[in-house]
């Protein structure tokens, strides 16, 4: 079995305070703020409604205490070939590496129950690194290098 196919048996567990929300779109002002805390860059508010229109789903993990975004993740494909996770961002501090692995675990799970056979790629943090490599991910397999074009 190729290793990327690979996915820990045990899903990670949630750290307490927290939940997932899979039903309710964040607002543009929660993501940017997400990202601007984690050092990504944000985008125009007025874009998010279409881009997350545009997605398959999203995954949010929220801090109960003040109903605060802490984790984000989103998935697009072509509903044949490939999906792409975007926007993975976990708030940093003590909880940051098990949010990560929540939220990558449970993307993987969701992606390989709906769209088999696909390919995966995710644009993600060095800070998400670990997360990504206990669920298969190998960077840059075989020197492949994946490119981007930043639209103005």
């Known amino acids: 079995m190729?290793?990327?196919l690979r996915q820990p048996a045990a899903a990670p567990?949630?750290?307490?305070g927290y939940r997932l929300d899979t039903t309710t779109a964040p607002s543009p002002t929660s993501i940017n703020r997400l990202l601007r805390a984690c050092q990504e860059a944000t985008h125009d508010e007025a874009r998010w409604p279409l881009a997350l229109e545009r997605s398959l789903w999203q995954i949010s993990i929220i801090e109960e205490a003040g109903e605060e975004l802490v984790?984000?993740?989103r998935a697009t494909s072509d509903?044949?070939?490939?999906?792409n996770l975007w926007n993975l961002a976990a708030?940093?501090?003590?909880?940051?590496?098990?949010l990560f692995a929540v939220l990558v675990h449970r993307a993987l799970h969701t992606l390989r129950q709906d769209l088999p056979g696909c390919s995966f790629s995710v644009l993600a943090p060095s800070a998400a690194l670990s997360a990504?490599?206990?669920?298969?991910?190998?960077?840059d397999p075989n020197g492949i290098r994946a490119m981007g074009l930043k639209l103005n």
Do not use: E, H, T
Not at 13 to 16: D, G, M
């Open 71 to 73: 984790g984000f993740v």
């Open 13 to 16: 567990k949630l750290p307490s």
């Open 132 to 139: 990504l490599r206990s669920n298969g991910f190998v960077i």
């Open 91 to 98: 708030r940093p501090g003590p909880d940051q590496p098990d």
């Open 79 to 83: 509903l044949a070939l490939n999906a």
């Open 2 to 4: 190729l290793p990327f």
